[in-house]
């Protein structure tokens, strides 16, 4: 079992008296400066100056300055910005004020893992990763619970780097709910393959091929969004709260049947042998090498081949209307 925190297991002492440096308010980082905040932490927020956070961050009660002013000021910089600009952050802004006996915090592992960011030695390198969006870390946070978090260290000079990253874990309030032991390699690896293969990548490539064989068979595209897209939602919740078991005990018997006979009809050995394939690529850091080479070359441009496509499909046009019937507040 992997070894884990809960809320009692954790002090917040070990920061109480430090400055924690937020860099980026962004998702994240809104959420968790303001959990932070709200825990009693000392928190600044480093932004580049005149950015279009920077308003926002101090009408929500911040001290906010530039990021080189931040880390110099902080004991633990968390960075909280987007992964493809950290390098260059680092170098630029972070690097030269990053002094001995700091801590270096992120929540994802990839700067580090593959060498983007070579932080120095004597700092301490740590992470806690939220698993969920910061919308749900703020929401949990001010329910009086908490979004669960994974967490590492990577490197600890000052010998106290597990009290830093544990207290930072309860200061956002994942030890109300839970934390779990991990390693930056274990963080980077499992996440970009769920976000690939599940999550976004083979979620989304199921309900289109689904959503066209219904169509191409004559179906109405309106009837066949409902089945493949607008339920999916229904039942991933049920397998959340329940799991996969509780969820097919929570089906029809028909559905339950159906599921459990022809799901590895068509999530069959040959898809595993793929996902193989994808993680391969992404521990041999071929992903990686793709993912650089082609954001140095298009920027976010690099995106725009593929959303168009998804954007051009008729489950994208189907859904646009069929999202109006549905939800009141609906802005497509």
């Known amino acids: 079992m992997a070894k884990s925190w809960k809320d009692s297991d954790v002090s917040i002492d070990p920061i109480k008296n430090q400055t924690v440096a937020v860099i980026g308010y962004g998702i994240q980082g809104d959420a968790q400066s303001n959990n932070l905040k709200d825990s009693g932490v000392n928190v600044i927020v480093g932004l580049q100056e005149n950015g279009s956070s920077w308003k926002k961050a101090t009408n929500d009660g911040h001290k906010v300055m530039p990021i080189a002013k931040a880390v110099e000021k902080a004991d633990i910089v968390h960075v909280l910005i987007p992964d493809m600009v950290q390098a260059q952050v680092y170098k630029e802004q972070i690097e030269p004020n990053l002094k001995a006996g700091k801590a270096l915090s992120f929540s994802h592992a990839a700067a580090i893992h593959w060498g983007w960011i070579t932080a120095p030695k004597d700092v301490d390198v740590i992470m806690v990763a939220p698993k969920g969006p910061g919308s749900k870390v703020r929401e949990t946070y001010l329910q009086g619970f908490g979004t669960p978090a994974i967490a590492a260290v990577y490197q600890?000079?000052?010998?106290?780097?597990?009290?830093?990253?544990?207290?930072?874990?309860?200061?956002?309030g994942s030890t109300r709910a839970g934390v779990i032991e991990t390693t930056f390699?274990?963080?980077?690896?499992?996440?970009w393959f769920g976000e690939q293969v599940d999550l976004c990548g083979g979620s989304a490539s199921m309900i289109m091929n689904a959503f066209e064989t219904l169509v191409e068979a004559g179906y109405q595209p309106e009837i066949a969004y409902f089945e493949v897209l607008h339920e999916l939602k229904l039942i991933v919740d049920m397998i959340q709260r329940y799991g996969i078991a509780g969820m097919y005990r929570r089906v029809s018997e028909t559905a339950r049947y159906g599921g459990l006979t022809r799901g590895p009809m068509v999530m069959d050995k040959d898809v595993k042998q793929k996902m193989k394939k994808v993680l391969k690529m992404i521990q041999d850091g071929t992903f990686n090498q793709e993912w650089i080479s082609d954001y140095k070359k298009n920027g976010k441009n690099a995106f725009d081949r593929y959303m168009k496509e998804i954007e051009a499909h008729q489950v994208e046009k189907v859904g646009k209307i069929m999202r109006k019937m549905m939800w009141s507040d609906s802005t497509e």
């Not at 600890?156 to 956002?172: E, H, M, Q, S, V």
């Not at 390699?185 to 996440?191: A, L, P, Q, S, W």
């Open 156 to 172: 600890d000079f000052t010998k106290k780097a597990w009290d830093r990253t544990l207290a930072i874990a309860k200061g956002i």
């Open 185 to 191: 390699k274990e963080e980077v690896e499992t996440d």
